[in-house]
């Protein structure tokens, strides 16, 4: 059965920088997470199997394509590997926290097969946009859903 994370959370990182996963996200994810910086100001966090499907399609990609380039490095540079603790915690890399501008409190966004974490300011402006039903109406119709 495919993974499937749905939902959004808001959470507050612990004094070691910490972020717990909700518990239904949990048994996904219990062969470790990737985490990386997203393309927006985010985190992206894959179950370690989801970051290898997404490694796959990037390492195909030319070496001597400048965009694919940028694109490995956007996906590679900052990224780090962790197991959750047995309170469904990681802790969220300086370089990614600082990607994402969090500092204490953060939303934890389920996007179908992987995870965004975002800072909640900047969650509520990309959930606006997301709110915008003509714009979105458009996207769909342009993506042929």
Do not use: C
């Amino acid at each position: 059965m495919p993974v499937m994370f749905i939902g959004n959370f808001n959470h507050t990182l612990d004094e070691k920088n910490r972020v717990a996963f909700p518990a239904r996200f949990r048994a996904h994810l219990e062969g470790g997470v990737v985490m990386t910086a997203g393309v927006a100001q985010h985190v992206l966090v894959y179950p370690r199997a989801g970051f290898e499907q997404l490694a796959e399609k990037v390492d195909g990609l030319s070496q001597f394509d400048p965009e694919a380039a940028q694109l490995r490095r956007q996906v590679y540079m900052d990224a780090g590997e962790a197991d959750l603790d047995k309170q469904g915690r990681v802790i969220l890399p300086e370089a990614l926290r600082a990607h994402a501008d969090i500092t204490k409190e953060a939303v934890i966004v389920g996007v179908g097969r992987f995870i965004e974490i975002w800072n909640p300011a900047n969650w509520a402006q990309a959930r606006t946009a997301v709110q915008d039903t003509a714009a979105q109406a458009h996207v769909w119709g342009k993506l042929g859903i």
